[in-house]
């Protein structure tokens, strides 16, 4: 089983920050990385596809890169709805999720 | 607009079973792969089960192989799990979500249905 293993656990920052979101795998998954945002009681959303690809409207204040093992979620500017819960998944072998870092209003 | 609902979950004793749906709208279900992911209390992410477009292709996580069985009807814009000899460890929200892509991926997601198993 792929681990992916998430720093830091929480985060804690003020809007118009920049967020900066690592997510590390046990063995490469190729660029098959994702990254979900979820918020208390929703499904998970998709925002970073195949490492570095933004889903369907998500703003362009997010981005990914990264690739074999070493992946990072970043936030430009914090709008006051990012505070949420992040995860990154492969689906490389199977699917594995990290155990997420909650991003936290300062 | 793409829309997902699950239903189906609720209480059930250790070793029942219970099947789950999933209604699909507002986009071309037939062109989908759709898999089911869980979420224990509190806890991450699992992803349980996909299912091919068409239904010729399953695949299960380890954990519930041989228990749970994923399908599909096309006509009816509906996915399923039926799930048996559920144990405590079970308990969750289980979402539906669905995507074109290979391998399939979480574009798409439904508001999640909570299954709670415990006498």
């Known amino acids: 089983e792929i681990v992916l293993t998430q720093s830091p656990a929480t985060l804690s920052l003020s809007p118009g920050e920049r967020a900066t979101l690592s997510c590390r795998a046990s063995q490469s998954v190729s660029n098959y990385l994702a990254w979900y945002q979820q918020k208390p009681g929703q499904a998970p959303r998709l925002l970073i596809y195949?490492?570095?690809n933004r889903a369907t409207g998500i703003p362009a204040r997010f981005s990914g890169s990264g690739s074999g093992t070493d992946f990072t979620l970043t936030i430009s500017s914090l709008e006051p709805e990012d505070f949420a819960v992040y995860y990154c998944?492969?689906?490389?072998?199977?699917?594995?999720f990290g155990q997420g870092t909650k991003l936290e209003i300062k | 607009e793409v829309q997902l609902v699950e239903s189906g979950g609720g209480l059930v004793q250790p070793g029942g079973s219970l099947r789950l749906s999933c209604a699909a709208s507002g986009f071309t279900f037939s062109s989908y792969w759709m898999s089911w992911v869980r979420q224990a209390p509190g806890k991450g992410l699992e992803w349980v089960a996909n299912i091919k477009e068409d239904g010729s292709e399953k695949y299960y996580v380890d954990s519930v192989k041989g228990r749970f069985t994923i399908s599909r009807d096309n006509a009816k814009n509906s996915l399923y799990l039926q799930m048996d000899s559920l144990r405590a460890e079970d308990t969750a929200v289980y979402y539906c979500?669905?995507?074109?892509?290979?391998?399939?991926?979480?574009?798409?997601w439904g508001q999640g249905t909570l299954v709670t198993v415990s006498s």
């Open positions: 195949d490492a570095s």
């Open positions: 998944q492969q689906r490389s072998n199977w699917y594995t």
């Open positions: 979500a669905g995507t074109q892509s290979w391998p399939p991926r979480g574009d798409y």
